[in-house]
């Protein structure tokens, strides 16, 4: 609530100087730049489209538009605008940080590694880039260089929650679960209301055979985010290792209700 205080008096001292001179590029881009993080990304969209139009070759504005249109899930776009960014500062690690994280999504994984190999180039001990390309690797499948940099990650920040949540996952998929119930209750202690890290810690009691526990996880994910239907596929699976195929079935429902497709 702090740092929302915060970002909401940053606000109001965007827009004093807006009203001194409404045609500054830079107050605009800040205005984006604190609507993105407060999550309200058509006010952040704006802004950071008018600060381009006053100053159309700010290579950081390109970079805030391009996050804003990931956010947004319009990924296109969202390469578009990084691209344009790293043609006016090609050496920025942050702009290949943030196209690898484009591609990934997109789905573009051998993109995605050279781009954030190229971020860890410029900026070898980025911890966030580390978690990134250790998740890049994972869905490459290779397992056990996703294992090493989501370690270095940790090195480099040993207080974050994503990448103890990501290392769960690459110890689960390993098959190694005691490291990977260990890993994901670190990250929920870091982040106490995180939903995948529930969700994930649901999985790894299932395969560890405990229904009650995997239960109990999965149910608080679903309290956290109701409609995630992600959420209700995996109770559906642990009622049906339960036994209760009734519940199964009804959770298979809600989840298709949630994403008929």
């Known amino acids: 609530l702090k740092g929302e205080d915060r970002l ?4 109001k001292a965007a827009q004093k100087v807006l009203a001194l001179d409404p045609d500054n590029p830079t107050a605009h881009l800040n205005l984006g730049c ?22 159309p070759d700010n290579a950081d504005a390109h970079l805030n538009l391009g996050g804003i249109y990931k956010h947004l899930g319009q990924l296109d776009y969202a390469l578009t605008a990084t691209l344009r960014s790293l043609q006016l500062r090609p050496d920025n690690a942050s702009a290949h940080l943030s196209l690898g994280g484009i591609y990934k999504e997109l789905g573009q ?5 050279a781009a954030t190999l190229k971020s860890l180039e410029i900026r070898p001990d980025n911890a966030s880039a580390h ?3 250790g998740g890049i690797y994972k869905d490459l499948g290779q397992l056990d260089q996703a294992l090493a940099v989501t370690v270095k990650s940790l090195e480099l920040k040993p207080d ?3 990448a103890h949540m990501n290392l769960g996952g690459i110890y689960k998929d390993l098959g190694k679960l005691d490291q990977a119930l260990a890993v994901t209750l670190k990250s929920l202690e870091l982040r106490p209301e995180n939903l995948i890290s529930y969700l994930n810690l649901g999985g790894i009691y299932k395969d560890l055979g405990k229904l009650d526990q995997a239960l109990a996880c999965t149910v608080k994910a679903i309290e956290l985010k109701p409609d995630n239907p992600d959420a209700y ?28 497709h």
């Open 34 to 55: 604190i609507y993105k993080d407060l999550g309200q990304l058509d006010q952040a969209l704006a802004s950071t489209l008018k600060s381009l139009e006053l100053k």
């Open 109 to 113: 994984f051998d993109y995605a590694l």
């Open 233 to 260: 596929l995996t109770l559906a699976d642990i009622h049906h290792a339960m036994g209760q195929i009734e519940e199964s079935t009804e959770c298979l429902q809600k989840a298709l209700v949630i994403n008929p």
């Open 131 to 133: 978690m990134n390309l």
């Open 8 to 11: 909401k008096e940053a606000i």
């Open 160 to 162: 974050s929650a994503d």
